[in-house]
């Protein structure tokens, strides 16, 4: 493989801090703007080993502008969360479908 394919293959991360001052890696799955707002579906690195075995789980969070700076926030209407997960697992599942074909 060159270089270059590698280079298209290359995650997109993010690091978030904790209420505990903890800084955990994730990487960005997905994103979706709705109606609701912009939203990522994220997933814990294997570098971040305090949630190796949350690696099968995915956290969705609102981009949101606090003071003229762009922050991850959680989402706590669970409708809304409910909604956004359909959303992000539907379009997971056609991606999946694309590769196999």
Do not use: C, W
């Amino acid at each position: 493989m060159s270089i270059e394919n590698e280079a298209a293959f290359e995650a997109e991360l993010v690091v978030l801090m904790d209420d505990d001052g903890n800084e955990h890696e994730f990487e960005i799955i997905d994103e979706i703007e709705t109606d609701d707002g912009y939203f990522m579906a994220l997933i814990p690195t294997l570098r971040d080993d305090a949630d190796i075995a949350d690696a099968d789980e995915y956290y969705i969070f609102e981009l949101v502008n606090i003071d003229g700076e762009e922050q991850l926030s959680e989402v706590e209407d669970d409708a809304l969360l409910d909604k956004l997960a359909e959303i992000f697992e539907t379009r997971y599942a056609q991606s999946l479908g694309e590769d196999e074909e």
